[in-house]
């Protein structure tokens, strides 16, 4: 929806008037407010005007921090306010300003991503001190570590901006800084340990392609370890980043490098569903069959997530549909319990074997599907021949499951199926005939734990 004309005018005179001292930086504070995921703190805002970016002399100089946080209206008069929350925010007066602005070409996402990214930079460049000092002494620390990179990423047709990354990345102050401030493949850590990982890793885990052909074409070891995900590889794996991976493997990394929480990259990407990145592992010899991390193998990842194309793609590449690993102990049981119909389908049409026992919690898929209240996968397991009382898991089987999950209709089906009350694992003693009538809850429905703590 286009604004108004009058309105539209009105903002321009607005940017125009804006006095010629302070434009440069008016602007760069309303690039931050349209771009950024939540408003600024008045104090972050007086950090941004306190960066300079554009004149000489360059830098973050605490000198030019605004003597009231209030004169920060005066940049831009009429287009922002500040709001009492609970901190003082600066925001956009009104969403129709950020609708100007953003047809503005100065505020589109690649031109505002470089003055954002190169005034984080900058400021965290030039902050000094401990983790406590920076933090109680330096606003915007703690902003500028988290979003710099990101922005970066979206900047990188800016060599300005590449090379002010890369050598952000390989100074070692200001790469300790940053990692100690905030570990992007850790975000949910508000209180990171130093930095494991190489600057490579978390190039390749951002998304910073020309930093990372700089650090490689400057011999950073793509094969080195560390980091949540334990290698370049898995991390871009992870997060999509498709052209890394093609760099990294074109540079010798190892498609079948093991370590981290996924294991391995094919199955990082298979859990995050990027299939073309499976698809490129695949081609360059990653094995489908590999075991390792928290979901086993990559064929588990997939099917947990309900990634139905990389489930085929897997399949068809030679995964076994009846591998082990991870705390549903196969693939069949995880897509069983997370309702993913068309992914158990598949599964037993390439062979996976439904009556087969595991050492995982629920002891098999039909216990799986029942304990989280899958009445369609019950009877389509059911249909394919499972065997009703099939024995194992916290359970002991089925009926017990759905029973204790209070899943009445399960319950009932697999009683009109013959089922019988089990020895349940989880009580230590029989479930009574009474109770399963009662279908009494006797615990949580399962978690879903994401591997990376989301």
Partial sequence: MSLPRNLEDTYQRMIQNIPADRKNDAIRLLQFLVHSERPLSLAEAKEVIATQIEDEPRGFDVKRRLFHETDVLLYCPGLVAVVHSTDKELHLAH??????????????????????????????????????????????????????????????????????????????ATFQRWTQLHQVDRPWDDDPD????????????????????????????????????????????????????????????????????????????????????VELLLDKGADANAQGGIYGNALFAASTRGHREIVELLLDKGADANA???????????????????IVELLLDKGADANVQHGGHYGNA???????????????????????????????????????????????????????VSCSKRSGSRISSNSAKKLRLMGPEPSDQRADGE
Wanted: proline share 1%; glycine share 10%.
């Fill in 324 to 342: 082990q690993g991870g705390n549903y102990s196969n693939a069949l049981s995880a897509a069983s319990a997370r309702g993913h119909r068309e």
């Fill in 194 to 277: 130093p930095a494991n990982g190489s600057r490579l890793y978390y190039a390749c885990y951002v998304g910073l392609l020309a930093p990372a052909q700089d650090l490689i074409d400057k011999g950073a070891d793509v094969n080195a370890k560390g980091g949540h995900y334990n290698s370049a590889l898995s991390a871009a794996s992870a997060a999509g980043h498709r052209e890394i991976v093609e760099l990294l493997l074109d540079k010798g990394a190892d498609a079948n490098a093991q370590g981290g929480i996924y294991g391995n990259a094919l199955s990082a990407a298979s859990e995050r569903g990027h299939r073309e990145i």
């Fill in 95 to 172: 969403f129709s300003v950020k609708e100007y602005l953003l047809g503005e070409d100065q505020f589109n996402i690649a031109t505002a991503s470089i003055s954002i990214a190169r005034t984080c930079l900058t400021y965290l460049t030039d902050i000094h001190g401990g983790c406590k000092e920076i933090n109680r002494d330096f606003p915007m620390a703690r902003y500028a570590a988290e979003v710099w990179a990101d922005h970066a990423a979206l900047a990188q047709a800016s060599e300005e901006t590449v090379q002010a990354a890369v050598r952000f990345l390989e100074n070692e």
């Fill in 366 to 420: 039909l216990s799986a599907a029942s304990a989280w209240g899958r009445r369609e996968i019950v009877e389509l397991l059911l249909d394919k021949g499972v065997d009703v009382n099939i024995q194992g898991g916290h359970y002991g089987n089925a009926l017990s499951a759905a029973s204790a999950g209070g899943h009445r209709e399960i319950a009932e089906l697999l009683q009109k199926r013959g089922a019988v």
